[in-house]
């Protein structure tokens, strides 16, 4: 009578040939990370290793653990405890160890004392993709993501509410010492762990005040206890800055900026920034794809995030071919500007007379110079006009209505007109495939929204084999590899 086929797990298997091979055909990803990561040169890691040593168990080859730590970046599996269970269960994984298990703490060590060499191994793959023609060198975009930290918001605290933790700590200990009996029961556990986070806080503290004592280097004495005041560190990863990401919640989180090559979506550099800081990310982005693939790029793309004063005089200085429009241009051209017909844009300039004509058809003067946010402006008004003008009211909330002006605005102005070409709009409108795709990548395919490490080193070598793997995916579909 036909059945059901089931089973048979207490079957005694004799003489069957099982090759490992069998586990990665070419093409596959594990394949294709075993042959990328042979390729490599690892000798700076392996030069830490004493494998002449008689005692001891011989260690894992570097190259092994790179290999183990990208199939499971391939598979969403970020957990060092999972990486350790597919070695175990994971017929792949067993392949590229062969068939051995790497203990999680193996993994978690080796990644943490290795983060600035694996570093310089995403320098490596970036060679290989220029040795295959995939770097074309014409546009280079630049683009930053928030990763969410691996610590909690509530962690974040002022200077204040760092004071109120550390006060709090001290009245719980001075408890624990007036009531414990047993000095090696419970309590003497939470006091450890208690003055552990004594030092953490106090880290906090430390790093808090520097941060101030950075950034209010030529504040007034008001302007410091303001900034004091709003600062805020988090106690369990200091790096991690607050920031509002895409969904509208605010977490510690990282900014990390990549540059991609737009021929082949092939990202070049990748970087932790300070903070949320868009512009003051773009420089670093730029050198360090040059030092990276040893060339400069025909033009620099980046969207209007990265705009600033500075950056456009650096990049014209530098000789630096870019396309970056200003934040308020994209407005200006729809015209949904806040005060409509009178906004600044609306006012135009006359070089020769050094002027504003006003849309009411009044001409503002340039009446002295300002310093603003560290940088000179010239000032335009006319109070006389204003005062007789029926438009007033929409124009300006003050008794009349100032224009200003900064020192240097033609580069600005040449940076706008650059931008308003048919070629460099059809050139600027590949920015957004390139450097987002990357994004899309790690974030939709990978599934990796948050780091799991914490401090800016090891979440540097974290993005690092992300994007590694990135591009070794990229170098495949090229028809290099695999």
């Known amino acids: 009578m036909p059945a059901f086929i089931e089973p048979n797990r207490s079957q005694q298997i004799l003489l069957t040939e099982v090759s490992l091979d069998t586990l990665a055909p070419p093409g596959s990803a594990v394949r294709i990370i075993n042959d990328l990561l042979d390729s490599l040169d690892t000798s700076a890691i392996?030069?830490?290793?004493d494998v002449a040593s008689?005692?001891?168990?011989?260690?894992?080859?570097?190259?092994?653990?790179?290999?183990?730590?990208?199939?499971?970046?391939?598979?969403?599996?970020?957990?060092l405890r999972k990486m350790e269970q597919d070695t175990v269960n994971n017929l792949a994984y067993r392949w590229l160890t062969g068939d051995m298990a790497v203990d999680h703490s193996t993994m978690g060590y080796f990644l943490v004392r290795f983060r600035a060499e694996i570093v310089e191994l995403f320098g490596q793959v970036v060679e290989i993709c220029q040795e295959?023609?995939?770097?074309?060198?014409?546009?280079?975009?630049?683009?930053?993501?928030?990763?969410?930290?691996?610590?909690?918001?509530?962690?974040?605290?002022?200077?204040e509410g760092l004071e109120k933790e550390e006060n709090k700590i001290k009245v719980r200990l001075e408890e624990i010492l007036d009531t414990a009996r047993d000095p090696q029961g419970a309590e003497a556990d939470e006091r450890r762990v208690l003055e552990r986070r004594t030092e953490k806080v106090s880290?906090?503290?430390?790093?808090?005040?520097?941060?101030?004592?950075?950034?209010?280097?030529?504040?007034?004495?008001?302007?410091?206890?303001?900034?004091?005041?709003?600062?805020?560190?988090?106690?369990?990863?200091?790096?991690?800055?607050?920031?509002?990401?895409?969904?509208?919640?605010?977490?510690?989180?990282?900014?990390?900026?990549?540059?991609?090559?737009?021929?082949?979506?092939?990202?070049?550099?990748?970087?932790?920034?300070?903070?949320?800081?868009?512009?003051?990310?773009?420089?670093?982005a730029i050198e360090g794809s040059r030092q990276n693939t040893g060339e400069k790029h025909e033009e620099v793309e980046a969207d209007a995030g990265f705009a600033s004063m500075e950056n456009y005089e650096s990049l014209?200085?530098?000789?630096?071919?870019?396309?970056?429009?200003?934040?308020?241009?994209?407005?200006?051209?729809?015209?949904?500007?806040?005060?409509?017909?009178?906004?600044?844009?609306?006012?135009?300039?006359?070089e020769s007379s050094d002027s504003y004509r006003c849309p009411a058809g009044q001409i503002l003067k340039n009446t002295g110079t300002v310093e603003m946010n560290g940088r000179l402006y010239d000032r335009y008004e006319n109070a006389r006009a204003c005062a007789g003008c029926a438009h007033r009211e929409q124009c300006t909330r003050g008794s009349h209505r100032r224009v200003f002006r900064d020192h240097n605005e033609e580069v600005r102005e040449r940076m706008r007109g650059k931008l308003q070409g048919k070629r460099s709009r059809r050139r600027y409108n590949k920015r957004a495939h390139a450097a987002e795709s990357p994004y899309g990548n790690v974030k939709g395919n990978l599934k990796f929204r948050a780091v799991m490490r914490r401090g800016s080193e090891k979440v540097l070598m974290e993005v690092a084999l992300l994007f590694m793997l990135h591009n070794m995916l990229k170098l495949t579909v090229a028809g290099a590899y695999g």
């Open 54 to 79: 008689d005692t001891g168990r011989p260690p894992f080859h570097p190259k092994t653990l790179l290999k183990v730590a990208l199939l499971a970046l391939h598979s969403c599996r970020f957990s």
């Open 46 to 49: 392996e030069a830490h290793y």
């Open 132 to 159: 295959q023609g995939l770097v074309e060198f014409d546009l280079v975009a630049i683009d930053s993501v928030k990763l969410r930290a691996s610590a909690s918001y509530k962690q974040s605290k002022t200077l």
């Open 203 to 284: 880290e906090a503290k430390k790093i808090l005040r520097d941060r101030v004592r950075e950034k209010a280097q030529e504040a007034s004495a008001k302007e410091k206890k303001e900034l004091l005041e709003k600062e805020k560190v988090n106690i369990t990863d200091p790096d991690a800055h607050v920031m509002q990401q895409a969904n509208g919640e605010k977490n510690p989180a990282y900014s990390i900026t990549t540059t991609t090559d737009v021929g082949h979506d092939i990202v070049t550099h990748i970087q932790v920034n300070e903070g949320d800081n868009d512009p003051a990310a773009l420089g670093e």
């Open 316 to 350: 014209e200085a530098e000789g630096q071919e870019a396309l970056i429009p200003d934040r308020r241009m994209e407005v200006e051209a729809q015209g949904t500007t806040a005060k409509g017909d009178y906004d600044r844009s609306r006012f135009s300039y006359r």
